[in-house]
């Protein structure tokens, strides 16, 4: 049987999946306050967001030194695994800096101002129950090359840290451009 080289059947199989370029190969879901939400205006919302990059922290694990005699020290017992540093994400800022407002206000959310004259103009923060962190959380989902869900790692307790530096800049990336 003569396999179809023609232009014409090229695109066609193209075409029929769905192109050339493949989705990300994953999507990073926020449960936040609804300034994170661009989308509606709820109190608490779910979105889904395009993400430049995730990078994941270390894993560790925690050991306990059991106290009984062996080669060297002693040993060492595990007991428990833990995540060293946060999850750090890298957004595109779109035309509208919708998600910058939302994560800007998210932070805010968690302080407040006191202004009131009663001491000094600080930001103060609540209770950690009061201040609504364990509401928030963040899931990553990784995609097979089918784009179904292949692996899911849920951070919960979260709230942004910190906005990188965002540079405007004119300059042309390429002379030939």
Do not use: C
């Amino acid at each position: 049987m003569a396999i179809d080289m023609s232009i014409s059947a090229l695109k066609t199989k193209i075409t029929n999946a769905g192109g050339l370029q493949r989705n990300n190969r994953y999507y990073v879901k926020i449960n936040g306050p609804s300034p994170f939400n661009v989308e509606g205006d709820v109190a608490q919302s779910t979105a889904n967001y395009t993400a430049a990059n995730v990078l994941f922290p270390d894993v560790s694990m925690t050991t306990q030194a059991d106290g009984l005699a062996g080669p060297g020290l002693g040993r060492t017992l595990p007991r428990g695994i833990f995540y060293k540093e946060g999850v750090m994400i890298t957004f595109p800022v779109f035309g509208n800096w919708k998600l910058v407002e939302g994560i800007e206000e998210w932070m805010k959310k968690l302080f407040y101002k006191n202004e009131s004259g009663n001491g000094p103009n600080v930001w103060v923060t609540e209770f950690y129950d009061s201040a609504e962190i364990s509401k928030y959380s963040l899931e990553v989902n990784a995609l097979d090359l089918n784009g179904n869900v292949a692996a899911t790692y849920t951070f919960k307790e979260v709230y942004p840290i910190e906005i990188a530096p965002l540079q405007f800049s004119s300059k042309i990336g390429r002379a030939h451009v």
